[in-house]
């Protein structure tokens, strides 16, 4: 059964400052997906990686997937309020239609 | 362009009271339907996802059941519900396993 956990649950830090949230899955998949939840709100997808090495960035945001490490991570360059939310990873199941939700990140920047 | 309507935004319902959220897509044919749950700050629970008409499979041993009568309809019911099924409830498409799944705006369902 695939389980997909993320580290840190929460983080609090200030703006200005870098850091990484990681995304740990239990069994092979090729297809990793990151998703932003403001409180209160659906879910936004912020990035599509479907092989090996792929690296995705969007601003102060930049993903990337080890397949072969079964890790996914979500950089954070230089954070601003604004990117205060929840992340959430989800992999896809090899062999199925789903898509298995990591706990989520709390991310909360301060001024 | 594809869009995803859910609906009702909120609902209160008493312990006992039938369920019935509707999910439906707009802009796509055959599109793979999913019900997720969100309990209050926590992670999605996958629920039932369904890749075609009539063709529901369930995660989660529950009080709930899902529908698919057409074929961009997803429907989530409940004959009896119970305080455990409040929750943030979420519908979402994609078109294949290449791409992300796309979420409705979510129904708040609490359960008095």
């Known amino acids: 059964e695939l389980k997909v956990e993320q580290n840190p649950l929460f983080l609090s830090m200030q703006e200005g400052k870098n850091y990484t949230i990681y995304c740990n899955y239990s069994t092979t998949s090729d297809r990793l997906y990151w998703y932003r939840q403001d409180p209160g709100k659906s879910l936004e997808s912020l990035f599509v990686?479907?092989?090996?090495?792929a690296v995705k960035q969007e601003g102060r945001l930049m993903a990337s997937l080890d397949t072969k490490a079964r890790l996914s991570t979500l950089h954070i360059t230089a954070a601003v309020h604004d990117l205060s939310a929840t992340y959430f990873c989800?992999?896809?199941?090899?062999?199925?239609?789903?898509?298995?939700f990591g706990t989520g990140t709390r991310l909360k920047v301060l001024a | 362009s594809q869009t995803i309507h859910q609906w009702p935004a909120t609902l209160v319902q008493p312990v006992g009271s039938p369920l019935s959220l509707e999910c439906t897509v707009e802009?796509?044919?055959?599109?793979?339907l999913y019900w997720y749950r969100q309990a209050a700050g926590r992670g999605l629970q996958l629920l039932f996802y369904?890749?075609?008409?009539?063709?529901i499979s369930s995660e989660v041993p529950q009080n709930l059941s899902a529908s698919r009568p057409q074929d961009r309809q997803f429907i989530l019911s409940s004959k009896k519900l119970l305080l455990s099924d409040s929750g943030f409830y979420l519908c979402?498409?994609?078109?294949?396993?290449?791409?992300?799944?796309?979420f409705g705006q979510g129904t708040r369902l609490t359960v008095v």
């Open positions: 802009g796509t044919s055959n599109p793979n």
């Open positions: 979402a498409w994609s078109p294949d396993t290449a791409t992300e799944a796309f």
């Open positions: 989800a992999v896809g199941a090899s062999g199925t239609y789903k898509y298995i």
């Open positions: 369904s890749v075609g008409i009539g063709q």
């Open positions: 990686l479907l092989s090996n090495g």
